[in-house]
């Protein structure tokens, strides 16, 4: 942060509303997407809009990751070499925000009403523009986030406040399962009562990407004279020559690919493996967040006590027993209801959700003002975006293979038992070799070196003022 001001807290839940609005639409593609384009054979009755939608789903969503993961570096290096009276980052929010909440709704409306390729092209279509709205937007969002803050303590409580209105977003998100239910039971077919949910959260979500974009003046706090002029290769290049930044990269990439089979079969785990009704799958998601937030105060102080390393530790070796527990759901539910080890998983996982929520974010921070400080290059955006970069390209795979695996022995191409209990197995090997680069990440080193820097900045900041 080089600005003339301190970002207050009223600031920086104005800043977080980008995020908040995030959780309404990408939780509409995240959560329910492909619940409706790969419908459950047995709770279900929404049409098969695209044909072997296992396969060819998979390959759509796939393919438009990894378009997503190519535009994120090119973007990150437009916005780090921008030059704009506004600052490098609002300028691309401003653009970005109407495109990405449009978008993600119209790829739920495809023209033809029963099975056909042109819905396939349809959905891949939108969800390319969609992808492409998101990167405009989230980008430059991310770096903002990073460089409004300098101190590495301070920069966890502002992901606090950001997850914590991201996951109460997200919250009400999960409901839409309960809302399709009310309006289903109201007279209102399944299709319409979805897309009337995605509508609403659509609009929502808009209105709060609208926040900083309207009350957060860049300039205020942060000044031109740190802008990057390397080229795209150089700065993407530079990002991972630091061991620190792989080992983070490869750490919390890992831990994604377990974290995209988890919300990938979560409402699956929930109907097809435990036969519940979708409205367990709100109620666990609020048990997850209630918890999750209140323990926002206590991950803030461990991780200024012990540091972000054993936090992070601590959550794989939490996720791991999820999803051995996943896999013998049988043996578990001879002994409790479904409905309790439902709940107990919900449970288990809130602490270690928030953990992971919260730490990887203000860790990338971390180390793209060590960067800074090492270089006097602010490459925050570019930092990011080869997180990103990476983290994308294997989202794509571990999509394209979930929706695959869900619906493995399918005869018309909806989830199976065998299917959904067989994304645990790939998320388990995640989780174990995300928690050894995880340990192998110098949190305290980085830290370290950021406090020093503040420190003689301060100091150089009071002699100066002394002098005058």
């Given at each position: 942060?080089?600005?003339?001001?301190?970002?207050?807290?009223?600031?920086?839940?104005?800043?977080?509303?980008?995020?908040?609005?995030?959780?309404?639409?990408?939780?509409?593609?995240?959560?329910?997407?492909?619940?409706?384009?790969?419908?459950?054979?047995?709770?279900?009755a929404l049409p098969a809009f695209?044909?072997?939608?296992?396969?060819?789903?998979?390959?759509?969503?796939?393919?438009?990751?990894?378009?997503?993961?190519?535009?994120?570096?090119?973007?990150a290096g437009w916005t780090d070499?921008?030059?704009?009276?506004?600052?490098?980052?609002?300028?691309?929010?401003?653009?970005?925000?109407?495109?990405?909440?449009?978008?993600?709704?119209?790829?739920?409306?495809?023209?033809?009403?029963?099975?056909?390729?042109?819905?396939?092209?349809?959905?891949?279509?939108?969800?390319?523009?969609?992808?492409?709205?998101?990167?405009?937007?989230?980008?430059?969002?991310?770096?903002?986030?990073?460089?409004?803050?300098?101190?590495?303590?301070?920069?966890?409580?502002?992901?606090?406040?950001?997850?914590?209105?991201?996951?109460?977003?997200?919250?009400?998100?999960?409901?839409?399962?309960?809302?399709?239910?009310?309006l289903q039971n109201a007279g209102?077919?399944?299709?319409?009562?979805?897309?009337?949910?995605?509508?609403?959260?659509?609009?929502?979500?808009?209105?709060?990407?609208?926040?900083?974009?309207?009350?957060?003046?860049?300039?205020?706090?942060?000044?031109?004279?740190?802008?990057?002029?390397?080229?795209?290769?150089?700065?993407?290049?530079?990002?991972?020559?630091?061991?620190?930044?792989?080992?983070?990269?490869?750490?919390?990439?890992?831990?994604?690919?377990?974290?995209?089979?988890?919300?990938?079969?979560?409402?699956?785990?929930?109907?097809?493996?435990?036969?519940?009704?979708?409205?367990?799958?709100?109620?666990?998601?609020?048990?997850?967040?209630?918890?999750?937030?209140?323990?926002?105060?206590?991950?803030?102080?461990?991780?200024?006590?012990?540091?972000?390393?054993?936090?992070?530790?601590?959550?794989?070796?939490?996720?791991?027993?999820?999803?051995?527990?996943?896999?013998?759901?049988?043996?578990?539910?001879?002994?409790?209801?479904?409905?309790?080890?439902?709940?107990?998983?919900?449970?288990?996982?809130?602490?270690?959700?928030?953990?992971?929520?919260?730490?990887?974010?203000?860790?990338?921070?971390?180390?793209?003002?060590?960067?800074?400080?090492?270089?006097?290059?602010?490459?925050?955006?570019?930092?990011?975006?080869?997180?990103?970069?990476?983290?994308?390209?294997?989202?794509?795979?571990?999509?394209?293979?979930?929706?695959?695996?869900?619906?493995?022995?399918?005869?018309?191409?909806?989830?199976?038992?065998?299917?959904?209990?067989?994304?645990?197995?790939?998320?388990?090997?995640?989780?174990?070799?995300?928690?050894?680069?995880?340990?192998?990440?110098?949190?305290?080193?980085?830290?370290?070196?950021?406090?020093?820097?503040?420190?003689?900045?301060?100091?150089?900041?009071?002699?100066?003022?002394?002098?005058?």
């Amino acid at each position: 942060m080089d600005g003339t001001k301190q970002i207050s807290t009223k600031k920086i839940v104005a800043l977080s509303c980008g995020d908040a609005g995030r959780a309404f639409i990408y939780g509409i593609i995240a959560s329910y997407l492909m619940v409706f384009f790969i419908p459950s054979e047995s709770t279900s009755a929404l049409p098969a809009f695209i044909p072997n939608a296992g396969v060819v789903f998979g390959i759509i969503y796939g393919l438009s990751i990894v378009w997503d993961a190519i535009t994120d570096p090119i973007v990150a290096g437009w916005t780090d070499r921008l030059e704009h009276k506004d600052g490098r980052r609002i300028p691309f929010m401003r653009l970005a925000f109407i495109p990405y909440a449009v978008c993600a709704v119209l790829i739920f409306f495809p023209p033809v009403a029963g099975t056909s390729a042109w819905n396939a092209v349809w959905v891949g279509v939108f969800l390319l523009l969609y992808y492409a709205a998101s990167t405009l937007y989230f980008i430059p969002y991310s770096s903002l986030q990073a460089e409004v803050v300098n101190d590495p303590q301070k920069r966890v409580f502002l992901f606090s406040i950001n997850c914590g209105m991201y996951v109460l977003s997200s919250a009400l998100v999960y409901g839409g399962f309960s809302l399709v239910d009310v309006l289903q039971n109201a007279g209102m077919e399944e299709l319409a009562a979805y897309r009337l949910v995605f509508v609403a959260f659509a609009a929502i979500g808009l209105l709060l990407m609208m926040v900083p974009v309207l009350t957060i003046k860049e300039r205020d706090y942060v000044t031109s004279y740190t802008r990057c002029h390397e080229p795209l290769w150089k700065s993407l290049k530079a990002a991972f020559s630091y061991k620190n930044f792989v080992f983070m990269t490869l750490a919390y990439l890992i831990m994604w690919v377990a974290m995209t089979f988890f919300n990938s079969a979560q409402v699956y785990y929930v109907t097809t493996l435990l036969g519940l009704s979708k409205t367990y799958v709100t109620i666990i998601a609020a048990i997850t967040i209630v918890l999750g937030v209140a323990s926002y105060p206590l991950i803030n102080k461990l991780s200024a006590k012990i540091g972000k390393k054993p936090l992070l530790v601590f959550a794989c070796v939490a996720y791991i027993l999820q999803f051995i527990a996943i896999w013998f759901y049988q043996a578990i539910i001879s002994v409790i209801s479904p409905a309790a080890f439902a709940i107990l998983i919900g449970v288990v996982t809130a602490i270690p959700i928030s953990i992971t929520n919260i730490l990887p974010a203000a860790a990338f921070s971390d180390l793209a003002q060590y960067d800074f400080i090492c270089t006097g290059q602010k490459r925050t955006g570019m930092f990011l975006a080869s997180k990103s970069f990476i983290l994308k390209l294997s989202d794509a795979v571990v999509v394209s293979l979930s929706s695959t695996l869900i619906t493995l022995n399918s005869v018309d191409g909806k989830a199976t038992v065998e299917g959904v209990r067989a994304t645990a197995i790939p998320a388990l090997i995640a989780s174990i070799v995300c928690l050894v680069f995880y340990a192998l990440y110098d949190d305290k080193g980085i830290t370290a070196k950021i406090r020093e820097y503040n420190e003689k900045k301060k100091a150089e900041e009071k002699e100066t003022e002394i002098s005058e």
